[in-house]
């Protein structure tokens, strides 16, 4: 699915991948628990892994793991926007709207945009 | 000297927490079959975390250390994401001994982030974390859903329909969408119009998240589940789609 929104040349996977991947730190009650400095310690790892890709931009997979992940990239400096998947998807397809922009990085936030005269 | 340092004796004294936990387990859920090989240890980003991690925490289970496991904070930062169990020589389900020592404590004193959402879920049908009730809800999407059929034409015939039965469908909501950024439901609104699903969210139990679940009040989490698998039931959908 992301190789067919980004591009096969694109898709740059994060290692170790797959079942061997490691969680974000999002889950669980994690990001409710009050327990902040520990939260973030853990996600260390995740904030690692991406930013050892080299990629511009992180797709999380849910609502947790893209609050979790977004607070990860501004803690340790990375910076890299982190997008949910439905923002690419409608963006490849020349749908998304000026509103609908919020976590696209400033390299993509004027691309490509559909009816930009309803910006808000 | 030894027998001052390691203290066996109180294990066959009480039922022990680990036994409790066997108990409720398919196959126990192998706790008894740790070769301490300290895999699941080296790849859990929990590791280290007050100083424990998932080999030690087992071994104070298998010790009968209860007390100690009851105090603490560790169940509450590991997120049970499974990925001990995956490496497992011997599959041995530590989440699930992680979770329900969450419960060793009173309900009262677990994390009060996880306990005032679990709480609001409570108050009203929506399920809503953030207590969001089923009038506002509707409003937010009515409203977000004819301002975008207006300004993007393309997009007259779009839906997003609350409690339309038989819909292929009943699509869940994360309440942070429609309670703080409501434009962020449109993406997955035209995505579900241009490939043609026939959807639904529910008026009650629309609300994705369950923080019962996190607070390991069982009773909780099962109302907050069938809350929303009754209103899916009732409109006779065919899928559950969980979005989180």
């Excluded at chain 2, 004796?9 to 740790?34: H, M, Q, T, W, Y």
């Excluded at chain 2, 859990?44 to 925490?57: E, I, S």
């Excluded at chain 2, 169940?75 to 001994?97: E, F, G, S």
Aim: aromatic share 8%; glycine share 8%.
């Amino acid at each position: 699915m992301v190789k067919s929104v980004v591009g096969e040349e694109n898709f740059i996977d994060m290692q170790p991948n797959r079942s061997n991947n490691y969680c974000c730190g999002g889950g669980g009650g994690f990001l409710q628990s009050g327990f902040k400095d520990e939260r973030l310690q853990y996600g260390k790892l995740k904030d690692d892994q991406i930013k050892a890709t080299g990629a511009d931009y992180c797709i999380a997979g849910c609502h947790n793991c893209h609050a979790q992940i977004h607070e990860l990239s501004e803690h340790y400096g990375g910076n890299y926007p982190v997008v949910h998947l439905w923002t690419l998807i409608c963006l490849s397809l020349g749908i998304l709207g000026p509103n609908e922009r919020e976590y696209l990085g400033d390299d993509l936030k004027e691309v490509n945009v559909f009816h930009p005269e309803t910006a808000m | 000297m030894a027998e001052a340092v390691i203290k066996l004796g109180k294990k066959k004294a009480r039922s022990l927490f680990i036994d409790k936990v066997k108990e409720i387990l398919p196959e126990g859920g192998n706790l008894n079959a740790c070769l301490t090989c300290g895999a699941c240890s080296s790849g859990c980003p929990a590791t280290g975390l007050r100083d424990m991690d998932p080999r030690k925490f087992l071994r104070m289970a298998a010790l009968g250390m209860d007390e100690e496991i009851a105090a603490s904070d560790w169940p509450w930062m590991c997120t049970m994401c499974q990925r001990c169990i995956y490496v497992c020589p011997m599959k041995i389900d530590i989440p699930q001994l992680v979770f329900n020592a969450r419960a060793l404590r009173p309900r009262e004193e677990r994390p009060k982030g996880i306990l005032g959402s679990c709480d609001m879920a409570l108050k009203n049908d929506t399920t809503s974390a953030m207590g969001t009730t089923e009038e506002d809800f509707e409003f937010v999407v009515e409203d977000v859903l004819e301002e975008y059929r207006e300004a993007q034409p393309e997009f007259a015939d779009m839906e997003a329909p609350i409690d339309k039965e038989g819909a292929e469908f009943f699509l869940n909501q994360n309440s942070r969408e429609p309670v703080t950024e409501p434009d962020e439901l449109v993406p997955l609104w035209k995505i579900l119009h241009l490939a043609g699903v026939n959807w639904t969210y529910g008026s009650k139990g629309w609300a994705g998240e369950n923080y019962c679940m996190f607070l390991a009040d069982d009773d909780a989490w099962k109302h907050v589940t069938k809350t929303s698998v009754d209103q899916a039931n009732k409109l006779g959908v065919k899928t559950y789609l969980n979005t989180e």
